[in-house]
Antibody, heavy 121, light 107 residues
Framework: EVQLLESGGGSVQPGGSLRLSCAVSGFTFRAYAMSWVRQAPGKGLEWVSSIVGSGGSAYYADSVRGRFTISRDNSKNTLYLQMIGLRAEDTAIYYC??????????????WGQGTPVTVSS | DIQMTQSPSSLSASVGDRVTITCRASQGISNYLAWYQQRPGKVPKLLIYGASTLQSGVPSRFSGSGSGTDFTLTISSLYPEDVATYYCQKYNTAPFTFGPGTKVDIK
């Protein structure tokens, strides 16, 4: 059974940092691209970042480029999102999601339950 | 960047109705389009990829069509459990933008 479990969310002041993690099981992690998608309260889905199966290439939304860094540890079956310079508009539920393919994006076929991030003074 | 729009933004239909949602890309994206369903309070679920390929386990009343800039998601006969917001997502190149969503409820 495919499982994705996010952690690391919480409340932080503007300008602060957080590191999200997504521990996965039930599939060959290194064989699939992974993504982070967020959803602000009452809003739609926003793609944030994706990384290829090897971790060698990553892609970012303009809204987070230069502040967020996606990475993965294939030996630990874990995906990460390092977030710095957080802003109020980064407040959202952050989902990690598995791609159908090694190379993003071919459709996100499994999603975690999400971890909430609140940026407020 | 390519912009994604959806219409309508919301709709109300009766059980058994045929429902069609449109997604439009500001530039051609071939068939690099996916559709997702997000039921209230739930995690998004992949319905369709490649504009028209049904994801495993998705009921056959869902179908997708289109290529280039114009795409549709059709529910052939609306069920109560189809109450949800539906999102399209482009994936020809990054950024892998989602559409703004279409909220479907029961009349």
């Amino acid at each position: 059974e495919v499982q994705l479990l996010e952690s690391g969310g919480g409340s932080v002041q503007p300008g602060g940092s957080l590191r999200l993690s997504c521990a996965v099981s039930g599939f060959t992690f290194r064989a699939y691209a992974m993504s982070w998608v967020r959803q602000a309260p009452g809003k739609g889905l926003e793609w944030v970042s994706s990384i290829v199966g090897s971790g060698g290439s990553a892609y970012y939304a303009d809204s987070v480029r230069g502040r967020f860094t996606i990475s993965r540890d294939n030996s630990k079956n874990t995906l990460y999102l390092q977030m710095i310079g957080l802003r109020a508009e980064d407040t959202a539920i952050y989902y990690c999601a598995k791609d159908r393919s090694w190379d993003p994006m071919r459709g996100l076929d499994f999603w975690g339950q999400g971890t909430p991030v609140t940026v407020s003074s | 960047d390519i912009q994604m729009t959806q219409s309508p933004s919301s709709l109300s239909a009766s059980v058994g109705d045929r429902v069609t949602i449109t997604c439009r890309a500001s530039q051609g994206i071939s068939n690099y389009l996916a559709w997702y369903q997000q039921r209230p309070g739930k995690v998004p679920k992949l319905l369709i990829y490649g504009a028209s390929t049904l994801q495993s386990g998705v009921p056959s009343r869902f179908s997708g069509s289109g290529s280039g800039t114009d795409f549709t998601l059709t529910i052939s006969s609306l069920y109560p459990e189809d109450v949800a917001t539906y999102y399209c997502q482009k994936y020809n190149t990054a950024p892998f933008t989602f559409g703004p969503g279409t909220k479907v409820d029961i009349k």
